[in-house]
């Protein structure tokens, strides 16, 4: 069974940072495109970063500038953190780990993140 390891949600006030974790077994990690997602209640879930096994970035529009997204190889770890949080940020945070060649789409159980106004 796969597993994705989430932490580091919390509530926060706005401006404040936050740094999520996600941990994996290495034969996930090491092929896999890591990403955090975001959902908030009855909407749809939406990227907020991604990173490639070679380390390639991409970024939501409404978090570039404030959210690094980074991965540790030796850990199997992935990280996401945010800076100058807003109350808009507020949301349930899923790690995923994704690979097309290989046929790979596994969830976390999510984390949540509360940013107070």
């Known amino acids: 069974q796969v597993q994705l390891v989430e932490s580091g949600g919390g509530l926060v006030q706005a401006g404040g940072s936050l740094r999520l974790s996600c941990a994996t077994s290495r034969s996930i990690f090491s092929i896999s495109t890591m990403g955090w997602y975001r959902q908030e209640p009855g909407k749809q879930r939406e990227l907020v970063a991604a990173i490639t096994s070679g380390s390639s970035t991409t970024y939501a529009d409404s978090v570039k500038g404030r959210s690094t997204i980074s991965r540790d190889n030796a850990k199997n770890t992935m990280y996401l953190q945010m800076n100058s949080l807003k109350p808009e940020d507020t949301a349930v945070y899923y790690c995923?780990?994704?690979?097309?060649?290989?046929?790979?789409?596994?969830w976390g159980q999510g984390t949540q993140v509360t940013v107070s106004s």
């Open positions: 995923n780990a994704k690979s097309f060649l290989y046929s790979i789409d596994y």
